[in-house]
């Protein structure tokens, strides 16, 4: 098993910035992929990003793309999503999830572990 702690939400202007942090532990973390979903209020959930195993692979939501990067640091068991020049319709609940692979390859749907969420709210 592997436990997640998302940090890093607040409330930022449009066209700012906030980097998201995703700290595991238990069980080896390089062996997990990992993805970033958001929840804004009466919507369903999204995926925002997603990265593999060793990092040298990721994939985006077509809304964030050129705008958020995901990164991870196996070293340091954690996944780092940097939102850049966000907007209004970035506002949600963020959350961090993770699935265990015995293949180094990206995962976007179905994980099996995730965290409790860190707000992040946009006011234009």
């Known amino acids: 098993q592997v436990q997640l702690v998302e940090s890093g939400g607040g409330l930022v202007q449009a066209g700012g910035s906030l980097r998201l942090s995703c700290a595991a532990s238990?069980?080896?973390?390089?062996?997990?992929?990992v993805g970033w979903f958001r929840q804004a209020p009466g919507k369903e959930r999204e995926l925002v990003a997603a990265?593999?195993?060793?990092?040298?692979?990721?994939s985006y939501g077509d809304s964030v793309k050129g705008r958020f990067t995901i990164s991870r640091d196996n070293a340091k068991n954690t996944v780092a999503l940097q939102m850049n020049n966000l907007e209004s319709e970035d506002t949600g609940v963020y959350y961090c999830a993770a699935e265990e692979l015995g293949l180094d390859a990206l995962v976007t749907a179905n994980f099996d572990y995730w965290g409790q969420g860190t707000q992040v709210t946009v006011i234009s």
């Open positions: 238990g069980r080896r973390f390089s062996n997990y992929a």
């Open positions: 990265i593999n195993r060793s990092g040298g692979t990721s």
